[in-house]
């Protein structure tokens, strides 16, 4: 049996990929709308990134 953390992580990850399928739509709506969605996930994903950078090279938490 999986570990409630591994179940945890699973089930970020499970509705992350919802939300984004949700947020993106279907190929029949408006292009512009969903690249500005687009736009706005991916500002998200470089926001995480930069927090990760962040943390591991803080040397306050070494």
Known sequence: ???RAAQAARWAEITTAY???QALGR???DALGRAVV???L???R???VETAITRA???ATH
């Open 19 to 21: 939300v984004r399928a």
């Open 42 to 44: 991916l500002a998200d």
């Open 38 to 40: 687009a736009l706005g």
């Open 46 to 48: 470089i926001a995480a």
């Open 57 to 59: 090279t803080d040397p």
């Open 1 to 3: 049996m999986a570990s």
């Open 27 to 29: 190929s029949g709506d």
